[in-house]
């Protein structure tokens, strides 16, 4: 019974590797990173970006950065990684050649792996746009993660904010119909590390991430300091 | 038979516990005829009893000594001059109360003010954070960890409720200086952050480590710890709630005293690995006098019975 299982698998084997090499091939040939740059622990160009981070929460931390595209997209995505301690930082672009919809795994062409393994998910910030043109700002927030998300319910949001209070709102499609409020949280301090790049999170929890479309932040420092509005990609 | 049991086991135990005598010496026997020796020595039983108590000693002086090099016991003395320290309640403890007298209050941390004077109660659950920049006015900031409020105002008259962010203006100088006690879990010192041009930091200071001697009972200190500008520092694993006083006048920033107790205490740095401090095995053996005492004796008491037993044996 044994030999025949085994000379099955010996013979399957060859077969797998060839349809999971083509596979990869595949994918590798649609989707391309392009203008990668990173530096780390070196001197940064100050970036005066107040977002930092859209992500989910609940993973098993790797790094490898998934997208979550509602809806099917086909094009360029702008992809942005920074520590809160501001020792790393990286920006490229990545492109969906074909249209591609649900959670993805996309590449990260980093040399700083082992650096990057030793933080947790909640101090090395993942923002992704899906925009033509990386250079404006016109862009729909993509929601990422480092890793496979277990649960796409809990979204954390990372802020690099002078204000003394900041409270984001997180609206749905189905927000009226439903009649439920929308989720409004108070965003923290994150204490216990060195905020250089970031240092506030506000943790959405209870989300449904294929209905969200917008998260609106309203912003207090002594005076009315005007919204950030984040228009998520549909 | 069961006598017999007995004196063998007390032979070898004997044997064993003298043996540590015969270390180091040109005595010309082995651990066996040693014993012999010994057990046929006119002060033997003399010699058995003070070997026993030797060997209680041995057992009683290691085991504080572990006791105290695995307590965590640590106590942390603080003093600096920052621009900023936030304050945190302790598993729930009350925030000290503070009187405020004709400060400024801006609601919800938005631009209405008011004048208020009356004593202020903090809510658990919320983070204060005083700053003061140069010598420009103190600001104390309580924000809350949910929309909850972040406590009240009792003024002669009437309580007024505060909302989840409230912000408080306090003018200091030489003639109108404060000093506000606070407990809590504290974090001195800011970071440098991007995408600013001024952020409140810590000037200079200096952390004091002591440990509770395991005989007397009392702490001792190390030498201080020096804490540089733009260092943050805090307690990591707080056993107790941190006390201490913020002394403001009108030199710049304000004056930090505070002590608590924890596992290590935490320096973070710009773009820099975190420094822990704690006080090694070494620091505490050698800061602890009666410890140190107490091993001298064991080797005092070692050589003199070495001695006694030679010359009844010989």
């Known amino acids: 019974m044994a030999p ?8 399957i084997k060859p077969l797998l590797a060839v349809t999971a090499l083509t596979a990869s091939l595949g994918l590798a040939q649609a989707n391309q990173v392009s203008e990668f740059t990173e530096s780390y622990s070196e001197t940064v160009k100050v970036s005066g970006q107040f977002l930092k981070g859209l992500q989910f929460t609940d993973v098993d931390y790797a790094v490898a950065p998934h997208l979550y595209l509602p809806s099917a997209y086909q094009g360029p995505v702008c992809i942005y990684v920074s520590s809160a301690d501001g020792r790393y930082k990286s920006q490229y672009q990545y492109t969906f050649t074909e249209p591609t919809e649900g959670l993805v795994s996309i590449e990260f062409p980093t040399q700083y792996i082992d650096e990057l393994e030793e933080f947790s998910p909640g101090e090395l910030g993942l923002l992704a746009t899906a925009q033509q043109d990386c250079s ?52 923290q301090d994150l204490r216990s590390n060195y905020r250089v790049s970031y240092d506030k999170e506000c943790v959405l929890q209870g989300v449904d991430a294929s209905q969200m479309t917008r998260v609106i932040i309203k912003r207090r420092n002594l005076r009315a300091m005007p919204d950030e509005v984040l228009e998520l990609f549909q | 038979m069961k006598s017999f049991n007995f004196k063998t086991v007390f032979r070898k135990t004997a044997k064993f516990l003298f043996g540590i005598f015969l270390t180091n010496e040109d005595l010309p026997y082995s651990a066996t005829e040693f014993r012999d020796r010994i057990a046929q020595s006119p002060l033997r039983w003399l010699l058995h009893i003070l070997v026993g108590l030797f060997w209680l000693l041995l057992a009683y002086i290691v085991f504080i000594s572990l006791r105290f090099i695995t307590t965590p016991d640590t106590l942390y003395n603080v003093t ?31 631009s209405e003010t008011s004048l208020v ?65 606070i ?40 030498e201080p710890y020096a804490l540089e500008l733009g260092d943050k520092f ?58 140190l005492f107490l091993w001298l004796f064991l080797v005092a008491a070692f050589s003199l019975l070495k001695f006694v037993i030679r010359v009844n044996i010989e």
């Open chain 2, 117 to 181: 004077s009356g004593q202020l109660q903090v809510a658990q659950d919320t983070s204060v954070y005083i700053e003061r920049i140069g010598t420009d006015s103190v600001w104390i900031t309580l924000s809350s960890a949910t929309l909850a409020p972040v406590g009240f105002i009792q003024t002669r008259n009437e309580r007024i409720e505060l909302s989840d962010c409230e912000a408080f203006e306090l003018q200091a100088s030489a003639n109108n200086s404060y000093t506000l006690p």
């Open chain 2, 80 to 110: 600096a001059r920052s621009e900023i320290i936030a304050i945190d309640s302790f598993q729930n403890s009350a925030f000290v109360p503070w009187q405020l007298e004709g400060v400024t209050r801006y609601s919800q941390c938005g």
């Open chain 1, 136 to 187: 404006s700002l016109n862009g729909n927030y993509l929601v990422g993660s480092w890793g496979v998300p277990k649960s796409m319910t809990n979204i954390a949001v990372f802020l690099r904010s002078n204000a003394r209070r900041d409270v984001a709102t997180i609206l749905g499609n189905n927000d009226s119909e439903n009649k439920t409020a929308p989720i409004t949280v108070k965003c």
């Open chain 2, 234 to 291: 805090f307690i990591q694993n707080p056993s107790i709630q941190s006390s201490g006083f913020i002394y403001v006048d009108d030199s710049p920033g304000m004056q930090i005293t505070f002590n608590g107790k924890g596992d290590a205490g935490v320096i973070q740095r710009y773009k820099s690995e975190d420094i822990i401090l704690k006080n090694s095995i070494w620091t505490k053996l050698a800061h602890d006098e009666s410890l």
């Open chain 1, 4 to 11: 025949t299982r085994l000379s099955c698998l010996t013979m």
């Open chain 2, 183 to 222: 407990d809590g879990v504290m974090t001195i010192g800011g970071e440098v952050k991007e995408a600013s041009a001024r952020e409140p930091i810590l000037h200079r200071g200096s952390v004091a480590i002591s440990d509770k001697g395991a005989w007397s009972g009392q702490y001792y200190q190390t």
